[in-house]
């Protein structure tokens, strides 16, 4: 099966905690040293993530319609590209602190995924995500966002992928030593290619957290190919050329389609 091809650049990143600025020029220097349609970089990628104090997070924050979601807007039109990853949200109506993903692409904010499975002490500084799990079409691909943690429940990406993703895109900061296995499952019982950017390096707090950030950032196939792979401390940023409209197809075998054999009046 060919479709409209894709061509992702996964950044694997050490952010400088609360360093804005600095972090999203070393982001557009990775942009600028490879070509693809989609960049992908992790969860927080703009601010770090060991936060101490609201008031470091507010620090950070930034609002859909601010100037730094702008500049990149404005990259985007001007390569025509999408840029995905994760950063501290301030709602612009509420005012809610939000662990957020957004997708911008040719010169729009296209989507604005919220964290909805916060992990830790993300508890004590974001309000969980309202946005629920969408999907969204890009370069006539169909694609979803989920943020780190949200691995961990299946549902996440099931949702996505009854919602017809054929790409899941998971900016993260996993520390867990089994998380990028699991992603391998979740490719394989949905049948969609998930993209994990992950960051690398360590980030303590003034509670004493120590947290050690894995890397193996990876692209798993919906037949569970590794179709790209990071180790667990490199920075760097590589592409992979994928056919999304391969994650159409749901059949195992001649008699077997993943979704078609769901049996959801006996799941609670």
């Known amino acids: 099966m060919l479709g409209p091809m894709l061509t992702l650049g996964i950044a694997q990143t050490r952010p400088a905690f609360l360093d804005v600025q600095g972090n999203l020029q070393r982001a557009l220097e990775c942009i600028e040293s490879v070509s693809a349609d989609i960049y992908l970089f992790p969860e927080l990628f703009l601010s770090g993530y060991a936060f101490s104090r609201r008031e470091e997070v507010e620090a950070c924050a930034l609002t859909q319609d ?4 702008g500049e990149l807007t404005t990259l985007t039109a001007d390569r025509g590209i999408a840029v995905c990853g994760g950063y501290a949200e301030r709602g612009s109506v509420d005012g809610r602190l939000y662990n957020s993903s957004f997708f911008i692409g040719d010169g729009r904010l296209i989507s604005n995924y919220r964290k909805t499975h916060l992990f830790f002490r993300e508890n004590e500084f974001f309000s969980p995500g309202d946005t629920g799990f969408e999907v969204f079409e890009y370069r006539r691909c169909r694609l979803g966002m989920m943020i780190c943690y ?18 899941i895109l998971h900016p993260a900061n996993l520390v867990l030593p089994y998380c990028q296995r699991a ?47 990071f180790s667990d401390s490199e920075t760097a940023i590589r592409t992979v050329t994928i056919d999304p409209p391969v ?6 075998n001649p008699f ?4 078609a054999d769901r049996r959801p009046d006996t799941y609670e």
């Open 150 to 167: 949200d691995w961990i429940y299946p549902e996440a990406a099931r949702t996505l992928a009854l919602r017809g993703a054929q790409v």
């Open 183 to 229: 992603m391998f499952a979740r490719a394989v019982e949905n049948r969609v290619f998930v993209a994990t950017a992950n960051r690398v390096g360590g980030e303590d707090n003034a509670f004493g957290d120590d947290l050690c950030f894995t890397g193996q950032s990876q692209v798993v196939s919906p037949s569970g190919e590794y179709v790209l792979t």
């Open 66 to 69: 601010g100037p730094l979601i």
């Open 256 to 259: 077997n389609s993943i979704m």
């Open 247 to 252: 994650a159409d197809d749901k059949r195992l």
